[in-house]
């Protein structure tokens, strides 16, 4: 069986995954202080909404 990758723009339903993954990329790989939850989602949702920046999410497929 082999595996198809998938690069797709992010889109609203990836907000949960999104959070846990920026929330660790702002604080451990920037070693930044802990913020709420609310200002992770902030930010997904202006990158989500084009405002700037984009997000891409990679998915594995069987094919």
Do not use: C
């Not at 959070?19 to 709420?36: A, C």
């Amino acid at each position: 069986m082999s595996m198809t990758i998938v690069v797709r723009n992010a889109e609203f339903k990836d907000i949960n995954q999104l959070t846990e993954l920026m929330y660790k990329y702002v604080v451990d790989f920037y070693r930044r202080p802990k913020l709420p939850f609310e200002n992770i989602h902030q930010l997904i949702y202006t990158l989500l909404n084009h405002k700037e920046g984009i997000q891409f999410v990679v998915e594995k497929m069987k094919s």
